[in-house]
Nanobody, 124 residues
Framework: QVQLVESGGGLVQAGGSLRLSCAASERTFSAYSKGWFRQAPGKEREFVAA????????IYADSVKGRFTISRDNAKNTVVLQMNSLKPEDTAVYYC?????????????????WGQGTQVTVSS
């Protein structure tokens, strides 16, 4: 059972940056594709970014493209979401997820493991 633990959330002013990290409990984590999702109060969970197991391909939601960067370090069993130029609408709980399957990485249903989430709050 892979366990994922997010860190790095917090409160930041609009225009600022945060760096989220997700650490996995097992070395087999490197064989999984990884994604970040977020959920704001009263809204459904939405896709943010994903990286394939090899790290060769990344996908971003249009709303974060050009501002967020996802990367992975298989040697450290971590995946990082660098968030720049943050906006109040980025406020949400951010979740790390891992997928074994080859399904679409923008769909939450294709992920097998989830972290507990970390709160990101962007003030205006």
């Amino acid at each position: 059972q892979v366990q994922l633990v997010e860190s790095g959330g917090g409160l930041v002013q609009a225009g600022g940056s945060l760096r989220l990290s997700c650490a996995a409990s097992e070395r087999t984590f490197s064989a999984y594709s990884k994604g970040w999702f977020r959920q704001a109060p009263g809204k459904e969970r939405e896709f943010v970014a994903a990286v394939t197991w090899s790290g060769g391909n990344t996908i971003y939601a249009d709303s974060v493209k050009g501002r967020f960067t996802i990367s992975r370090d298989n040697a450290k069993n971590t995946v990082v979401l660098q968030m720049n130029s943050l906006k109040p609408e980025d406020t949400a709980v951010y979740y790390c997820a891992a997928a074994k399957s080859l399904g679409s990485l923008v769909r939450a249903i294709n992920y097998d493991y989830w972290g507990q989430g970390t709160q990101v709050t962007v003030s205006s």
